[in-house]
């Protein structure tokens, strides 16, 4: 092999991912750095700006009540939304583990939505729990319940949040469906044998086989709880 197809054999591989390196430096990195510089800066949109140091750190820490307020409530979120997402997201890969008729439609159906974009889902959201014209408050007037203030009310706005944040939880299905599919049959197959039930099967067989997979959906769901901003914003 001579020299210059050495160097386009290991050059080829970062030839596939250079798009994903791209995306990653120019719209994460980047972007991550700039705000680190930024915040030692009091940097107006429009204007000079002017270094501070950790001014701006000491204000939020000691004089803005309201990041302690923004902090409470977004740990609230993440307490109540982590461990729904995941318990949704494994109940639904469960179900599309099964070999049934029409299983590879249902996972399509329970994907989609995880690759809508979050400004259409806060939108969409946005008319479901309207308080005067939306869906789910009119569905709760047929069977006689008055439906509470989603958007308005304090109490319920991180409820709102919370459902409407559940709808993408198809990317954490996906990956529990994989890890799942991964088990050798032969474990059930031994279990039904020794007469385990099905919950026995999934207590003593399932849940430890897929627990790495558990912990890393639970960093991810929790890193992306702390990170949720479009449907709050909208």
């Known amino acids: 092999m001579s020299k210059?197809?050495?160097?386009?054999?290991?050059?080829t591989p970062y030839l596939f991912i250079s798009p994903w390196l791209i995306g990653f430096f120019a719209f994460t990195a980047g972007p991550l750095a700039l705000s680190l510089v930024m915040s030692f800066y009091d940097w107006p949109?429009?204007?000079?700006?002017?270094f501070v140091g950790l001014g701006n750190y000491i204000r939020m820490f000691t004089q803005d009540p309201q990041f302690w307020n923004s902090l409470g409530l977004t740990l609230k979120f993440a307490v109540i939304f982590v461990p729904l997402n995941m318990i949704i997201a494994l109940v639904l890969a469960m179900l599309i583990a099964t070999n049934v008729k029409g299983s590879n439609l249902f996972r399509v159906i329970f994907y989609?939505?995880?690759?809508v974009s979050g400004v259409a889902v806060a939108i969409i959201w946005g008319w479901i729990l309207d308080s005067n014209n939306g869906i789910l408050n009119y569905i709760l007037s047929l069977?006689?319940?008055?439906?509470p203030l989603w958007l308005q009310d304090p109490k319920w706005a991180i409820v709102a949040i919370v459902i409407a944040s559940a709808w993408g939880v198809g990317n954490m299905m996906?990956?529990?469906y994989t890890d799942i599919k991964s088990i050798p049959s032969s474990y059930y197959e031994a279990a039904v044998i020794d007469g385990a039930t099905p919950?026995?099967?999934?207590?003593?067989i399932t849940i430890?086989?897929?627990?790495?997979?558990?912990?890393?959906?639970?960093?991810?769901?929790?890193i992306s709880a702390l990170q949720q901003l479009t449907l709050v914003i909208l």
């Open 4 to 11: 210059k197809s050495k160097v386009m054999e290991k050059l």
């Open 199 to 204: 919950l026995q099967q999934f207590f003593k």
């Open 208 to 222: 430890p086989i897929i627990t790495p997979t558990i912990l890393f959906n639970l960093v991810t769901s929790t």
């Open 112 to 115: 989609i939505p995880s690759v």
């Open 174 to 176: 996906l990956i529990f």
């Open 143 to 147: 069977v006689g319940i008055d439906g």
């Open 45 to 50: 949109v429009i204007g000079e700006s002017t």
